[in-house]
């Protein structure tokens, strides 16, 4: 069973930039991403990446913005998040999934705990 442990987040203004860590472990079979949800809303994808860096997808609502790497031999993948806008507060959460494409929450099965990005003016 894969388990998924982020790190990184917090507050920062707008403009700002954060990163984002995800340390897996049992991760055969798995690939990661990157999912979000602002309060009152549903979980959103944000990213995802293969552990050999492909495939990798970025949503167009942060593209040009985010950047999704991954660190196979640490079992790591990175969100780095540049120019960071108001809309993008939200929880953060590392999730994986056996798909080999998939921008679905739903096709995520395991989730890690998320990480709070709170941008303010």
């Known amino acids: 069973q894969v388990q998924l442990v982020e790190s990184g987040g917090g507050a920062v203004k707008a403009g700002g930039s954060l990163r984002l860590s995800c340390a897996a472990s049992?991760?055969?079979?798995?690939?990661l991403g990157w999912l979000r949800q602002a309060p009152g809303k549903g979980r959103e994808f944000v990213a995802f990446?293969?552990?050999?860096?492909?495939?990798?997808h970025i949503a167009d609502s942060v593209k040009g913005r985010f950047t999704i790497s991954a660190d196979n031999a640490k079992n790591t993948i990175t969100l780095e998040m540049n120019n960071l806008k108001l809309e993008d507060t939200a929880v953060y959460y590392c999730?994986?999934?056996?798909?080999?494409?998939?921008?679905?929450?739903?096709?995520?099965?395991?989730w890690g705990q998320g990480t709070q990005v709170i941008v303010s003016a």
């Open positions: 999730a994986a999934t056996r798909s080999s494409w998939t921008t679905r929450p739903a096709d995520f099965s395991a």
């Open positions: 049992g991760r055969s079979g798995y690939m």
């Open positions: 990446i293969g552990w050999s860096g492909f495939p990798s």
